[in-house]
């Protein structure tokens, strides 16, 4: 069968001046008592960025060495010369020259990738603060990446009962036009509805999802999202099917960047050491790091939820895509707690990405006492979509982000593990088969 190697280019604001050559998989503030455990930990878990938001002098000069040391990109921050956090820092004059200082240490340190100017401004001086920073760095530096992230739809000002979450969320795009357009959500808490019996069904976190989805492609901004990676609020339990499922709904939206909230108290300790999630975030990792060149060269065309979400989160209605647009989902509603983005490349390739959003296991395939085949568990559940017709089915391996031999069928079958979610490639059966694969051309 023949094989196709097709080409992608760099991702970025076309206003700006950085550009995004890979997906990212990074981890916010990671700090410890021993920086060169908290880094070295991080990299064997599949980090590939750092960030150092809120760090102090010490600190960030420390990762500055170890990462450039280790070979793992850093967003650095010194708090102490220059970048906030909400209000914090706001009153400070910060100057052209402070900036050049900051940039010709870090010219010589490959690794210091870009600089976290602001964490979540949201009202307008914070704005106006972290954009003229941001045009600050971008002067004097133009190859780093000035990185800013947006407040979500439960600060105190700005949300969706309110009716001003849209409107915050679009006048921060507009006036502060990031590099990427970045959004934090963390919905496993009992204070934002979270519940063992609705899971993420009711969560605010779609809305969020979808308006920035909106707003990025109005605005032809790269997506960056921030996922809870650790149990901020003392919900009774927390389990890594959780996190996976928060990633995997980011990728859904054609997200280009997973930021976890963060490695400190699951995937490392407070110490730097290994933490409880650690394996299950160097395998989740492990995926994305090959399915991420693939990623990379899609564009998101539309985000499918089967009923519960409509059901339980009505404001998601604004957002919610119709599978009878679909270039080949049939147009009918989706199994219980499954989820579909739908995406095509710079060619027309068409490709689905599936996931098992039931976190529980509830929708199992209750099957009776017969042994497992490899690579299963007992919660796997079958998820069958049916198309508009028959055609060809290339998976895309997990493992090596290969596409393989295709099938030729009506549905796309798979077995999904809770929080899990696979990619395929759809190709109409009046072509040839081919396999492909993508190469970055700068």
């Given at each position: 069968m023949e094989h196709r190697i097709l080409s992608r280019t760099p991702i970025g604001n076309p206003r700006r001046i950085w550009r995004q050559d890979n997906f990212v998989l990074s981890t916010f503030s990671a700090r410890g008592r021993d920086m060169r455990s908290v880094i070295e930990n991080c990299a064997e878990a599949g980090f590939n960025l750092l960030e150092m938001g809120w760090a102090s002098h010490e600190q960030a000069e420390e990762a500055l060495r170890l990462c450039e040391e280790i070979g793992i990109d850093l967003l650095y921050q010194d708090f102490s010369v220059f970048g906030g956090m909400q209000e914090r820092n706001i009153e400070r004059k910060v100057t052209q020259e402070t900036v050049k200082q900051v940039t010709d240490h870090?010219?010589?340190?490959?690794?210091?990738?870009?600089?976290?100017?602001?964490?979540?401004?949201?009202?307008?001086?914070?704005?106006?603060?972290?954009?003229?920073?941001?045009?600050?760095?971008?002067?004097?530096?133009?190859?780093?990446?000035?990185f800013t992230v947006a407040i979500p739809s439960y600060n105190l000002l700005y949300r969706w009962d309110n009716g001003l979450f849209e409107d915050y969320l679009r006048?921060?795009?507009?006036?502060?036009?990031?590099?990427?357009?970045?959004?934090?959500?963390?919905?496993?808490?009992?204070?934002?509805?979270?519940?063992?019996?609705?899971?993420?069904?009711?969560?605010?976190?779609?809305?969020?999802?979808?308006?920035?989805?909106?707003?990025?492609?109005?605005?032809?901004?790269?997506?960056?999202?921030?996922y809870q990676g650790v149990n901020l609020h003392h919900y009774p339990h927390f389990e890594f099917p959780m996190v996976e499922c928060m990633m995997n709904a980011a990728v859904l939206y054609g997200v280009k960047g997973l930021e976890q909230f963060t490695a400190v108290g699951n995937v490392i300790d407070e110490n730097g050491d290994k933490g409880p999630f650690f394996e299950e975030t160097?395998?989740?990792?492990?995926?994305?790091?090959?399915?991420?060149?693939?990623?990379?060269?899609?564009?998101?065309?539309f985000v499918f939820h089967s009923a519960e979400i409509a059901e339980k989160c009505p404001l998601y209605a604004r957002f919610a895509d119709s599978t009878a647009n679909s270039a080949v989902l049939?147009?009918?509603?989706?199994?219980?707690?499954?989820?579909v983005g739908?995406?095509?490349?710079?060619?027309?390739?068409?490709?689905?990405?599936?996931?098992?959003?039931?976190?529980?296991?509830?929708?199992?395939?209750?099957?009776?006492?017969?042994?497992?085949?490899?690579?299963?568990?007992?919660?796997?559940?079958?998820?069958?979509?049916?198309?508009?017709?028959?055609?060809?089915?290339?998976?895309?391996?997990?493992?090596?982000?290969?596409?393989?031999?295709?099938?030729?069928?009506?549905?796309?079958?798979?077995?999904?593990?809770?929080?899990?979610?696979?990619?395929?490639?759809?190709?109409?059966?009046?072509?040839?088969?081919?396999?492909?694969?993508?190469?970055?051309?700068k």
């Open positions: 870090l010219r010589p340190y490959r690794h210091a990738i870009g600089v976290y100017v602001w964490d979540e401004p949201y009202v307008e001086d914070q704005c106006v603060e972290a954009r003229r920073q941001m045009d600050l760095f971008q002067r004097e530096n133009p190859t780093l990446l000035p006048w921060y795009v507009k006036d502060i036009d990031p590099p990427v357009l970045s959004l934090d959500y963390y919905p496993v808490v009992s204070g934002l509805g979270y519940n063992d019996e609705d899971q993420l069904d009711a969560s605010l976190m779609w809305c969020d999802l979808g308006l920035m989805r909106k707003l990025g492609r109005e605005a032809d901004i790269p997506l960056w999202f921030y160097k395998a989740v990792h492990a995926k994305f790091r090959k399915l991420g060149n693939t990623l990379m060269a899609l564009e998101n065309r049939a147009d009918v509603p989706l199994p219980s707690r499954v989820s739908e995406f095509t490349d710079a060619f027309g390739n068409v490709y689905l990405y599936v996931l098992n959003r039931d976190i529980d296991g509830v929708y199992n395939r209750g099957r009776g006492p017969e042994p497992l085949a490899e690579g299963e568990n007992a919660d796997m559940r079958t998820v069958s979509l049916p198309l508009k017709e028959k055609f060809l089915i290339y998976p895309v391996q997990n493992d090596s982000g290969r596409q393989v031999e295709p099938v030729e069928d009506d549905a796309v079958r798979i077995l999904l593990a809770p929080g899990c979610a696979a990619l395929f490639r759809v190709q109409p059966l009046s072509e040839p088969a081919y396999t492909l694969e993508y190469r970055l051309e």
